[in-house]
């Protein structure tokens, strides 16, 4: 097939309607390898429909399960062991995540790990950035810093700060609680204590009567 062909190609639907279909224009090279294909002219260029082992409705539930495992945290993952780890062509994720999700393989993977990050400084507001990094799977630190950054907007260091202070207000508000509420005890004992030393006078009247 020619290289510098323009092929128009989807994936597959289960109502087997085109209408139904997710499709993209590439050139030759750049299509999935299918499994499956129903080649057409179409036009200029040709029309190839794409089927693969699994439909493009799994892939979401596929992916679900293994972000739910958090096995993005794990280094060196790539979408060729993710295709592997799932039973799923690498071709086919891809098309998923470029025009379905509208992203690229590497950001999806670190957005979930800056997220999981995020998580785990909020949590502990003490832990070592550097830790942090290693846990969700970037032990570069200077990798880690420029996609969280790139991700979130600010610096993990400055996120940290945040929950920091957050949980210090936090603190803060139920000392001030307790304070209140040791303070609402002590007038409610207070009080009971004068009724119990009352509590014969008031007995010795009601004799009298």
Same mark, same amino acid.
């Given at each position: 097939?020619?290289?510098?062909?323009?092929?128009?190609?989807?994936?597959?639907?289960?109502?087997?309607?085109?209408?139904?279909?997710?499709?993209?224009?590439?050139?030759?090279?750049?299509?999935?390898?299918?499994?499956?294909?129903?080649?057409?002219?179409?036009?200029?260029?040709?029309? *190839?429909?794409?089927? %693969?082992?699994?439909?493009?409705?799994?892939?979401?539930? /596929? #992916? @679900?399960?293994?972000?739910?495992?958090? !096995?993005?945290?794990?280094?060196?993952?790539?979408?060729?062991?993710?295709?592997?780890? *799932?039973?799923?062509? %690498?071709?086919?994720?891809?098309?998923?995540?470029?025009? /379905? #999700? @509208?992203?690229?393989?590497?950001?999806? !993977?670190?957005?979930?790990?800056?997220?999981?990050?995020?998580?785990?400084?909020?949590?502990?507001?003490?832990?070592?950035?550097?830790?942090?990094?290693?846990?969700?799977?970037?032990?570069?630190?200077?990798?880690?810093?420029?996609?969280?950054?790139?991700?979130?907007?600010?610096?993990?260091?400055?996120?940290?700060?945040?929950?920091?202070?957050?949980?210090?207000?936090?603190?803060?508000?139920?000392?001030?609680?307790?304070?209140?509420?040791?303070?609402?005890?002590?007038?409610?004992?207070?009080?009971?204590?004068?009724?119990?030393?009352?509590?014969?006078?008031?007995?010795?009247?009601?004799?009298?009567?």
């Amino acid at each position: 097939m020619d290289d510098n062909r323009t092929i128009t190609y989807v994936s597959d639907s289960t109502s087997g309607n085109y209408s139904d279909y997710l499709w993209t224009t590439a050139r030759a090279s750049e299509i999935p390898a299918p499994t499956e294909m129903a080649i057409e002219k179409a036009g200029g260029g040709m029309m *190839i429909k794409v089927k %693969s082992g699994k439909k493009m409705e799994q892939i979401p539930a /596929v #992916l @679900g399960e293994w972000t739910a495992r958090k !096995l993005y945290s794990v280094p060196g993952v790539s979408i060729k062991s993710l295709s592997t780890q *799932i039973g799923i062509n %690498s071709n086919y994720l891809s098309f998923y995540f470029n025009h /379905v #999700l @509208g992203s690229n393989f590497y950001q999806w !993977l670190y957005t979930l790990r800056i997220e999981e990050a995020k998580q785990i400084i909020l949590r502990n507001p003490g832990v070592k950035i550097s830790e942090v990094a290693s846990a969700v799977g970037i032990p570069v630190i200077y990798n880690f810093s420029r996609w969280f950054k790139s991700i979130t907007g600010m610096t993990a260091v400055t996120w940290r700060n945040m929950c920091r202070a957050e949980i210090a207000e936090k603190s803060e508000k139920i000392v001030k609680l307790w304070k209140i509420r040791i303070l609402c005890i002590k007038i409610l004992g207070s009080i009971w204590i004068q009724n119990e030393k009352h509590r014969p006078l008031r007995y010795l009247r009601g004799r009298l009567k």
